[in-house]
């Protein structure tokens, strides 16, 4: 009878569950991960140092990695023999074909003008396209066209010049005032397009013929009218955009430097230049290290009220 009960007895079944299956799965991942973050972290730093290096020295490593190794640990053409005692060795990486060799130091005064002299060079081109711009555009506009012969450029040594002049019969200014006729303000706004395409700094200088006011050594003269006309002139060109910041010097000159020379009272003296001016004669007038257009006229004035006496 009891083993009859036992053996109709349930049976239990036990099941013992293995976690941790994912092993693949673990933390191998995130060594990746931070190789690769180190690996970028080492990529972008290389891209600092490149972009920090300067040009020379830049081709000082090119040449040294493009070396064979006898050359770069001999010396020789392309890794140098230099300043160091450990041959191929050197502290200036500037040479373009290398190292500094032994004995030889870089010759910064022909660098320095060597530059000057790209710089001068691409001003010179780039002021004679703006010349030709303008040029162009007087003779594409029928507006403009009438007036081609009251706009007189050309290339001085601060720059290009722009000198708008007056006519007998087709005057700039009012008589004896600085308020501007409709067209003189049509050029100057069109000037002006195209001075914005630039970023050259100008000056302004006023000029007027020998007509003298009456009483004007004691009142007002040609000197405050000349200026007035140069600020006006200023002003309607800051009205038609252009950037405050680029206007230099605004001067008036009167009539002490003439255009035309043998003819004091000729209509042509009584003009406005425009200069748009290179770097060397930036840097003149803001120093004041050379004698600019307004100081010639104001010296050459002093030397003939001596030569007089």
């Not at 087709?170 to 000037?191: E, H, N, V, W």
């Not at 007002?220 to 200023?234: C, G, H, I, K, V």
Request: glycine share 8%; net charge neutral; no cysteine.
């Amino acid at each position: 009878m009891a083993t009859e009960s036992q053996d109709k007895a349930p049976i239990i079944v036990i099941k013992k569950i293995k976690k941790g299956g994912h092993g693949a799965h673990g933390g191998a991942w995130k060594i990746a991960y931070a190789d690769f973050v180190t690996a970028m972290m080492a990529f972008f730093l290389l891209m600092w140092l490149l972009g920090s290096t300067s040009e020379g020295d830049l081709k000082g490593i090119s040449e040294f990695f493009n070396s064979p190794l006898k050359v770069a640990m001999l010396g020789g053409s392309g890794a140098g023999d230099a300043t160091a005692l450990i041959k191929g060795g050197g502290t200036n990486l500037s040479k373009s074909a290398g190292q500094e060799m032994r004995g030889g130091k870089p010759d910064k005064n022909v660098s320095l003008e060597a530059a000057k002299e790209k710089v001068a060079e691409d001003e010179a081109k780039k002021l004679s396209k703006l010349k030709s711009e303008i040029e162009a555009m007087v003779d594409a506009s029928t507006e403009m066209r009438q007036f081609k012969n009251q706009i007189r450029l050309d290339i001085t040594q601060e720059g290009l010049r722009i000198q708008i002049v007056d006519e007998k019969n087709r005057p700039m200014f009012d008589s004896g005032s600085a308020a501007l006729k409709g067209y003189m303000r049509d050029i100057l706004t069109q000037i002006t397009r195209l001075l914005n395409e630039v970023d050259n700094k100008i000056t302004l200088s006023g000029h007027t013929d020998s007509q003298p006011y009456a009483m004007g050594e004691r009142g007002y003269s040609n000197w405050e009218l000349s200026a007035d006309r140069a600020n006006a002139s200023r002003r309607e060109m800051t009205n038609a955009g252009l950037e405050d910041r680029k206007v230099l010097r605004v001067v008036g000159l009167a009539s002490s430097v003439p255009l035309v020379k043998e003819d004091p009272m000729h209509p042509t003296n009584r003009r406005i230049a425009i200069t748009v001016m290179n770097k060397r004669a930036e840097e003149a007038v803001v120093t004041q290290s050379l004698p600019g257009e307004a100081d010639t006229a104001v010296m050459d004035r002093d030397k003939a009220a001596e030569n007089r006496r």
